[in-house]
């Protein structure tokens, strides 16, 4: 199998997988509990705080394990909402951002919210002038992601702090396709929240975390129940997942710049090697380091991911999320239909090798020869 949708979700590595082992079957304390086995697993559960934390140069106890990237942009949105109830009911966004803020976003906007979206260039970039043209007197928060999903375009989210920094709005960033792809630190963004993931960096799917700082205080709980994280997003702890989260930010931290130079190879030899295909476009900057977005105007992506599914090479019709609509990201660029039908997600990842690149150059120029343009 050839798997090139790096961007969907990444392979466990064996590393991680023991890691998990481990603590589901010796380390498996409640870390609530008052005994050695609780007070271990509550050891390791602050140990993985202290790494992903560390990753982000912040403190652990900025640091909030969420069961996903998902929950993470919810809660921010919400609570930095509940926060500046006093500044207003409006909201900056993205029209590019993922469905994780923008549904967010439209149940705000039923329960009264109103919200401004901000439309990408052509190219799928969002300018920091755009986003802080739209922050007025009564906004309370804007929400601008750091690594689109669908384009791999990178959005300036550090410009756009700066200029909020005497505004009241407060700031959050889903940065779940930045970490540990592009260099930041919570710092150097300045966001008030920062949502990440960790099955986009080799960790386990139902684990992510929240980063709180910057100006965010007196926080909403996410949940109400016991006293873990802090009181604010209680539940028993899943340490497994929370270790195998750490282990993996642990792996790709010791050879990031290793494994960032190999997606930007891997990027830039897809780029090269899928340029000789006629007719092909290139869609959106491919900023980041592992996303790359082409299309074949005229073939429907479904059926180039399905074909290429047959000959086991793992590629994605826009977002992973969207799977049979109409891009939303795509849509938004202003791109036309017969592009945005024919646009699919090559995605890489510190396992990919230029081998797979080669057949997916082979199986898209196959696909191309073979089909008659359908749209
Ligand atoms: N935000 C972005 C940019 C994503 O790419 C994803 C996953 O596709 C998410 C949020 C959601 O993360 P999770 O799958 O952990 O809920």
């Known amino acids: 199998m050839i798997y090139l949708d790096h961007a969907a979700t990444t392979p466990v590595s064996p590393e991680v997988a023991q890691t998990m082992v481990e603590a589901l079957t010796k380390g498996y304390g409640n870390p609530s509990a008052q005994y050695a086995l609780g007070r271990e697993a509550k050891a390791l559960t602050d140990r993985a705080r202290g790494s992903v934390a560390g990753a982000l140069g912040a403190r652990p106890e900025q640091l909030f394990f969420t069961s996903c990237g998902t929950e993470g942009d919810n809660w921010a949105i919400r609570a930095a909402l509940h926060q500046n109830r006093r500044v207003g009911k409006h909201i900056v966004t993205t029209a590019v951002e993922h469905s994780a803020v923008l549904q967010c976003v439209k149940q705000l906007e039923r329960e009264g919210y109103t919200a401004d979206c901000v439309k990408p260039d052509g190219e799928g970039r969002i300018s920091a002038e755009a986003v802080l043209n739209a922050v007025r007197e009564d906004t309370a928060l804007v929400s601008v992601m750091l690594v689109n999903?669908?384009?791999?375009?990178?959005?300036?989210v550090a410009e756009i702090a700066a200029g909020l920094k005497d505004r009241p709005a407060l700031l959050h960033t889903?940065?779940?396709?930045?970490?540990?792809?592009?260099?930041f630190t919570a710092k150097s963004l300045g966001a008030d929240y920062i949502t990440l993931s960790a099955h986009k960096i080799g960790g386990p799917k139902g684990v992510g975390a929240l980063y709180i700082g910057g100006r965010a205080k007196n926080t909403l709980p996410l949940l109400f129940g016991g006293?873990?994280?802090?009181?604010?997003?209680?539940?028993?702890e899943p340490v497994a997942q929370i270790a195998g989260f750490a282990k993996a930010v642990e792996l790709r931290q010791e050879r990031r710049e290793e494994i960032i130079a190999h997606m930007n190879a891997c990027r830039d030899y897809a780029r090269e090697k899928l340029s000789a295909i006629p007719g092909l476009r290139f869609v959106g900057p491919a900023s980041a380091p592992h996303i790359l977005s082409v299309s074949l105007p005229g073939y429907p992506s479904q059926n180039i991911v399905g074909e290429l599914d047959g000959k086991g090479i793992c590629i994605s019709a826009g977002s992973a999320c969207h799977r049979g609509k109409a891009s939303h990201v795509l849509t938004a660029m202003g791109l036309d239909k017969r592009t945005a039908a024919g646009t699919v997600r090559i995605s890489f990842g510190p396992e990919t090798e230029f081998a797979d690149i080669d057949a997916l150059a082979e199986a898209l120029l196959e696909?191309?020869?073979t089909r008659f343009p359908m749209l």
Do not use: M, S, W, Y
Not at 174 to 183: N, R, S
Not at 227 to 236: F, K, N, V
């Open 174 to 183: 889903d940065a779940v396709q930045g970490f540990l792809k592009i260099p």
């Open 227 to 236: 006293g873990q994280e802090a009181g604010l997003r209680p539940g028993t």
């Open 367 to 369: 696909h191309k020869n």
């Open 149 to 156: 999903n669908e384009t791999g375009a990178v959005f300036p």
